[in-house]
């Protein structure tokens, strides 16, 4: 009861000001862009970006050949947890090209869709996925 007390006191002899307080509106952004953020951020995560921060790897190393030529090289040799900023970031662009071929296989199983629509998102799922497979498997033969 005594605290109560205090702590009306201040209120006897002050008035408490009416405020209207507008409530802000927010607007949530498009699936879309969404979407894109998600997808870019995967893109990065796949490709190693916190590595890179963290180690400061060159972004393309060079070997010397027998003839003593100076050669790029793209993929970082003998070291397993290693790797070239440009290593990946091609690593990480066939892993999304995969997730794409998946999405446009999602899309292709759509009921509105027509049949000949259909059968173009396949071919074209078909391609992508084999290209992300393929590109990625030779990678790791050259290495």
Do not use: W
Not at 4 to 28: A, G, I, M, T
Not at 93 to 105: P, T
């Amino acid at each position: 009861k005594k605290m109560d007390s205090l702590l009306e006191l201040p209120f006897h002899f002050l008035r408490v000001p009416q405020v209207r307080v507008k409530v802000p509106s927010f607007s949530y952004p498009s699936p879309m862009v969404v979407f894109v953020f998600v997808f870019l951020s995967y893109f990065l995560v796949l490709s190693g970006i916190i590595y890179d921060v963290i180690v400061e790897p060159p972004s393309i190393g060079s070997t010397t050949d027998e003839k003593g030529n100076v050669r790029p090289v793209a993929f970082l040799q003998y070291r397993v947890n290693g790797q070239f900023i440009i290593e990946g970031l091609s690593a990480g662009a066939m892993f999304c090209l995969g997730a794409l071929g998946f999405i446009i296989l999602d899309k292709s199983n759509g009921k509105t869709l027509p049949t000949k629509n259909k059968y173009a998102f396949i071919f074209v799922e078909a391609v992508v996925s084999t290209q992300s497979t393929g590109v990625t498997q030779s990678q790791s033969q050259t290495t």
